[in-house]
């Protein structure tokens, strides 16, 4: 079944054409990685999916239902959930913390659904805190302790730090923990693995195998190659905004768009290349 | 058919007279906007501290006009380089909101120093140019001193742009502003760039002040607040950092005034300039003038740093309880009245400590939700006969909604916009209640607002007003930290450390915003009303910009976001320099240090940031 579909979608910034006819789809329980050069896009088009930038044209389909154009608050609401490039941890709350608000959406006692006295009732929710908003933050509270334990000893003993004080890796993890806790639909996991050592990259890649095996529908934008292809079912390659590839992973390296697109005219010309240089930023 | 004409010429003369002197200010501003990023709230008082140096020159010691101008150049050139060494430099690379709060306090230290030197009673400032009046049409003339601001107003205009376009010292001072860690790149001294342009900006802030005093042949210290107001204004109009933008957003503040003021009246002056800088924030964040690039601040980036809040110990907290329960018991009343201020102080920190702290917006207008708390409860009681047992938790009601409402517009701003806005509409409640004369006694304020009362029993006496303030404090401490404590604790905190990434959650910036606002709207409301009630006067000035900025120090001493951090700060800077009298007189010079020495060394506050 599809979960996401994306026609033709584009947006410019001034005079640069950022994403352009971008189409593709998504089947649940898929896997897909978007990879291309730095400044292809990639970013721009999760922004496109997650809210945070409006398309000047396309559409975009999820579960069957019209989402172009739709705010990050109301996108999660549909199990939409990502992780951002440069680790957007909340950096004075504590790790615990952290995941807790990656499952506010799904607070249906303490975040009562009035529209227009809505923030009022909250508000007195948290001042009465009747038993059923905590019977809910005691469940979430639990799930999320669970959630920590599946980065082993990464993240559960460091529970009650404040995230600032937390390493690179960890601030990633943590965001990973926090999408998780959305229970998404679709997790959208822009460049994992950025900053991370080989053995720390293992680790994650074998966290990631493990929501695969459980059906978790990820898209997700990789430099590190070696993670894009032992984790994903189907490759997108973009360049200067345009899927210029589609396909296995194995079909997308031979393909003589992609290698001209990473190393050049000369390069293509030699035919399959094995390793697209690592880029990090 | 001239001769209708002839108030309007005139308003237009005048329009442009003030216009230019505004012009200065927001020039001055929109420098160091742009080369220093900040917004310098020391303006005004530069502005005071010229006008004072003038008559020092003129009136005193009888110099020559063209000497007294130079010397005002110079000595408020002086004064922008020491606010720049000592005040500002020290925070580069900090928020924003940082220096922005120090040229407050700045400006504090400068206004109390003026009026400890020169007494706070007004003074003439005769400008010594022969009184001529040219008629430029029917009935409307221009006198010299019109032309030497215009002139002042022009050619310190066109100096600017030959220096910064011709010299070579103003072409750094525009890479600088493009770019300041590429201009050091290329071996520009930045922080002499910082420092020229605040003596530039200072300079002319002076020379503003001269010429207003010599203007309305009137100076006093309590001007500086005006004119930092109107310089930010039309810097705003202008667009922050747009020099041209500066100049014609000063000039169409001016007019728009002078038009006003013909049209409505006196009382209504400044009203204009916030409903125009408002909306202008509201609209228009790039200014008039400048085309909208990407958002002007960005979205995260709060005053906040990283720290852990200090817990007391059990037996301290304890110990703290003990003496506040049994303080009006020893049998002071000095002391217990002290602590009544103490405890008001406390309960309106508390709630800015929520809005300021917890959810990120560093409100300068504070002070407005006290005036509505106080207008309303004083109102239902004394018009309608309400119990005033009832119309203290009313008027904190009618705060919280009121308030929530009016802030509104700024939920969509971050970063200084909010602190700007904020200011603007608590001005304009302020004016609205100076102006609503039929509800609210207008400048008379009201008077013989009921005493604190439960039923029959008068509680009016100071020990009874003290345990209803601490009853007050603890329920409200309570309730506050019971809300931390739930998923409210963590969202409005993660809205303010990440507004970007708290969206990707559901959690939408605007509604946690509002949800603070009622909550510290309430309290804020309570607190204006029980002020009202125990003062049994209010009026307009009650609760103005002098109150928002100690309660925001209060908040910054304890540690933002910390609730006993607020109680600790209004004890440190209300009751404090009561029990020594020889300090309160000099108290906001007090003020004025603890916020700049307190921004500097110990930003997370006494015990820390929640």
Redesign the interface.
Known sequence: MTLLSVETLSRSFGGIQAVRDVSFTLAEGETVGVIGPNGAGKTTLFNLL?G?ERPDSGRVAFAGREITGW???RL??QGL??T?QHG??????SVL??V???A??R?RY?RPNWSLL???G??LR??L?PPA?RAE?AALQAEAQTLLHRFGERLAPRANH?A?SLSYANRRRVEIA?ALA?RPRLLLLDEPAAGMNESETLELQHLLLDLKTQGQTMLLIEHKLDLVMQLCDRVIVMDDGAVIAAGTAAEVRRDPAVIRAYLGDSAAAKGEFTQVPEVTL | MLSALTPWIDYTVNGLVIGNIYALLAVGLALIFGVADLINFAVGSVFSFGAYIGWVCAAYLKLPLPVTILVVILASALLGIVIERFGTRPLQGRSRIAALLVTIGIGLIIDQLLQIIFSPDPRALPSGLPDRRFTIAPGATIGTLDLLIAGVGSASGLALWLFLSRSRIGWAIRATAQDSEAARQVGIFTDRMNMLVFALASSLGGVGGLLIGMYYNNIDPSMSFNATLKGIVAAMVGGLGSLPGAIIGGLVLGLTESYGIGIFGASYRDLFAFVILLLVLVFRPQGMFQRAGRAPEPLTGTF?A?S?PLRLPRPVQAAILLVVLVLPLAGQPYVTQIGINALIYGLAAMSLTLVAGTVGQVSLGHAALLAIGGYASALFAANLGWPVALTIPLGGVVAAALGTVLIYPAFRMSGHYVSIASMAIAEIVALVILNWTGLTGGSMGLSGIPPLAIGPIDLSDARSTYYICLGLVIVMAL?QA??LR???G??L??V???A?????????PS??K??AF??GGFGAGLAGAISAHLFSYIDSNTFGLDLSILVLTIVILGGLGNIAGALLGAVLLVALPELFREVAQYRELVYGLALILLIRFRPQGLLG?A
């Open positions: 997650s945070h705010a990050p608050e999660i609401g959930a990502r951002f957007r941890v909340f950096a004075n709350l913390d952290n807790l608000i990656g506010s959406a607070l303490a809505g923030p009022l909250e508000l948290a001042l805190q908003v933050e404040p600032h926090r959305a | 906040i990283w852990r309730l019971r809300l739930s998923h409210l963590r969202s905190r993660a303010r450390d990440d970007i990434a708290a969206k990707s959650f559901g959690l939408s509604r946690y509002m949800i009622l909550f940031t």
